[in-house]
Each structure stands twice: as C-alpha cells, then as structure tokens.
C-alpha cells in the first residue's frame, strides 16, 4: 500500500529543505541585536498593540462595572447561605 502525500513516514523535499535551511542558520535575527534594542523594540510593539484595541466608552465601562459588582455581591450571598447552612446541618450532625 502506498503512503499518501505528505504523510509522517515520507516527508515532502520542501520539508526537508526547510529542516536544512533552519539548521544552517545560528542565532537568527535575535542574536544580532543587544539586549537594550530587543527591550526598545518589545515596547514599540506593546504601544503598537494598545493603540490596536478598542476601548469601551464610559457608558459601556459603568454597564460592565455594575455588572460585575452585582454577580460579585450575589456570589457572596450564595456562598454566606451554603456556609451558613452547612455549619448549622454540621452542629446538628455532631452536636
């Protein structure tokens, strides 16, 4: 039975020219650079993706604000009546 195409056991020419290609080369762009122009460029393109998002308007930011504040404040319910409960129902059980 033949393999297919790019299957595991025979690798396509491209994928061996590539494997070559990657072992030939030493360090990369990365091992040109100091240490200080990687920092600058890591935060020219942090800046880059800020500017990028899209903030939320203060109407939308007050909306998720509450949002938040009211599913915090039912959590904190819920959580105060089953450890109410469950201390009660353990002073029951062990007296």
């Known amino acids: 039975m033949a393999d297919a195409v790019g299957s595991i056991d025979t690798p396509d020419a ?3 020219a590539q494997e070559t290609t990657k072992k030939a080369r030493k360090g990369g762009k990365r091992a040109k650079k100091g240490p200080f122009k990687r ?3 890591f935060y020219r393109q942090v800046i880059a993706e800020l500017r990028k998002v899209v903030w939320p308007t203060r109407n939308q930011l007050t909306t998720y604000t509450t949002v938040v504040i009211v599913f915090v404040v039912i959590m904190i319910g819920l959580v105060t009546v089953i450890d109410y409960g469950l201390s009660h ?3 029951y059980v062990f007296g």
Request: no cysteine; proline share 0%.
């Open 14 to 16: 491209q994928d061996e």
């Open 39 to 41: 920092l600058g460029l």
């Open 89 to 91: 129902a353990a002073k």
